[in-house]
């Protein structure tokens, strides 16, 4: 007798992608979907050629997800990803011979009972039995199940959540607008690179900004170089998933930054990740893209071509998500982008400052960009010099305030971490995971906070 196993592949698709051998199908799951892992453990019972999976989703919309399996003698069958969306679920399985007969089955009470999804890993465990569903056939333990599936989902919204009375953002004569195309301002903050500040990026922190903050955003700064995504891919994605799915908790908008200085030389590889977060997010109305955080070298025209590109790659996924790209000098020549834009209906153009270096000559700029229809959005701004560090300019930060609340654009804070430096909002040794007082906040910290809060 032989062992036959299957064994789970986590494929980063956004659609099920069933491969048995040569047998491929597609289903679509629901629009805050992210991936499952099927994993059928030993079940060597002879005379079976084929197995069929039937996830039924009960609530709140019903959907039906049917998969085949053929037996193959000598080989492992590989199976790749289910993509579910949260829900209330039922599961059948059934193995059949070559003439289509029922040899073995979910077990008569596997079949009546529910599964509430909705949490991200959710092990659903299915006794077998003969094909009269009462004769136990195998025993499901954790490590050796019969059949263990699960599914990998985004928990829904937060009731009343602010992304939720919002919606998918765009952009609609020259300004960032909501589902009822309505002007929005979303105020927050920006987490620090991701390759050093990586213990803060967890779903405490984002809670608290959340609930103390009552910040609307959150941007996920994700390092490209200098021991980032280029080094670690996986550990930065990882960190970038962590966030992105707080915030879809929290009812938070979420920015994934690509957080590169020099994103022109590394445009396969922004293709590549951006592909993927497409797929895992595209028209997640949380999500937003900011592809390019602050070019240093590259003139607008060489931006513009990148960010085309990448941005083609997350259109050929279908998402319909805010885009939002840098320009020329540290993303401050907003005004080179106005006279040149991107031919894309829904693009942001973002503006970074240090209120102590950065004056009314950058505003300026800006407003000449917003004169010409680009839609604005400050992605990253400090209250001190461009370093990060020196002198704390509050009077300077109260006037972006005011040209940023003027023109209603949005904008993230730098930054949300405690290194011993001006632009940081915590002090040096504040919990990682959150929960702050007064106490733990730098003076920048203690003035965004209450300017979120206004």
Request: aromatic residues 8%; proline residues 7%; contains cysteine.
């Given at each position: 007798m032989q062992t036959f196993r299957i064994l789970s592949i986590l494929a980063l698709t956004g659609l099920l992608l069933t491969n048995c051998r040569a047998d491929r199908s597609s289903i679509e799951g629901g629009q805050r979907s992210q991936l499952a892992d099927v994993a059928i453990g030993n079940f060597d019972k002879p005379n079976w050629t084929r197995f069929d999976l039937e996830i039924e989703r009960?609530?709140?919309?019903?959907?039906?997800?049917?998969?085949?399996?053929?037996?193959?003698?000598?080989?492992?069958?590989?199976?790749?990803?289910?993509?579910?969306?949260?829900?209330?679920?039922?599961?059948?399985?059934?193995?059949?011979?070559?003439?289509?007969?029922?040899?073995?089955?979910?077990?008569?009470?596997?079949?009546?009972?529910?599964?509430?999804?909705?949490?991200?890993?959710?092990?659903?465990?299915?006794?077998?039995?003969?094909?009269?569903?009462?004769?136990?056939?195998?025993?499901?333990?954790?490590?050796?199940?019969?059949?263990?599936?699960?599914?990998?989902?985004?928990?829904?919204?937060?009731?009343?959540?602010?992304?939720?009375?919002?919606?998918?953002?765009?952009?609609?004569?020259?300004?960032?607008?909501d589902k009822n195309q309505k002007p929005i301002q979303l105020k927050g903050m920006s987490l620090f690179w991701s390759q050093w500040s990586g213990t803060f990026w967890n779903a405490d922190v984002v809670a608290t900004l959340k609930k103390d903050w009552k910040a609307t955003l959150v941007r996920a700064a994700m390092g490209v170089e200098e021991g980032g995504y280029l080094t670690q891919p996986a550990a930065e994605k990882e960190r970038v998933k962590t966030v992105v799915e707080a915030a879809i908790k929290e009812g938070l908008y979420v920015i994934i930054d690509w957080h590169d200085h020099h994103a022109t030389r590394n445009a396969d590889k922004a293709v590549e990740f951006f592909t993927e977060m497409a797929t895992?997010?595209?028209?997640?109305?949380?999500?937003?893209?900011?592809?390019?955080?602050?070019?240093?070298?590259?003139?607008?025209?060489?931006?513009?071509?990148?960010?085309?590109?990448?941005?083609?790659?997350?259109?050929?996924?279908?998402?319909?998500?805010?885009?939002?790209?840098?320009?020329?000098?540290?993303s401050q020549r907003v005004d080179l982008a106005a006279d040149n834009p991107i031919q894309d209906s829904n693009v942001a153009y973002t503006l970074h400052f240090y209120a102590g270096t950065h004056r009314q000559e950058l505003r300026d700029k800006a407003a000449y960009a917003i004169q010409k229809g680009l839609a604005l959005f400050v992605t990253e701004f400090g209250v001190c010099a461009s370093s990060g560090n020196g002198n704390i300019d509050l009077p300077e930060t109260d006037r972006w305030m005011e040209f940023m609340n003027k023109h209603g654009i949005s904008w993230a804070n730098w930054s949300l971490f405690d290194k011993d430096e001006s632009a940081s909002a915590l002090k040096n040794g504040a919990n990682p995971r959150g929960g702050w007082t007064d106490s733990d906040l730098t003076v920048s910290g203690a003035y965004i906070k209450r300017k979120i809060m206004e």
């Open positions: 009960l609530r709140p919309e019903p959907q039906k997800i049917q998969k085949k399996y053929q037996r193959m003698d000598n080989q492992d069958l590989r199976d790749a990803t289910i993509q579910v969306p949260f829900g209330d679920y039922k599961f059948l399985l059934t193995y059949r011979d070559d003439q289509d007969k029922i040899l073995y089955e979910s077990c008569a009470a596997e079949k009546a009972k529910e599964h509430s999804i909705q949490e991200p890993r959710y092990p659903v465990e299915i006794k077998i039995c003969a094909a009269d569903g009462q004769t136990p056939a195998g025993e499901v333990k954790p490590d050796e199940a019969d059949v263990t599936i699960n599914p990998v989902v985004t928990a829904p919204d937060a009731a009343g959540s602010f992304v939720a009375a919002h919606g998918m953002l765009s952009v609609a004569g020259g300004k960032i607008v895992l997010y595209g028209n997640n109305p949380h999500v937003l893209f900011e592809i390019y955080n602050e070019p240093i070298d590259d003139s607008w025209d060489q931006v513009k071509a990148y960010a085309e590109k990448v941005i083609k790659a997350i259109r050929a996924k279908n998402a319909k998500n805010l885009v939002i790209v840098g320009s020329p000098t540290w």
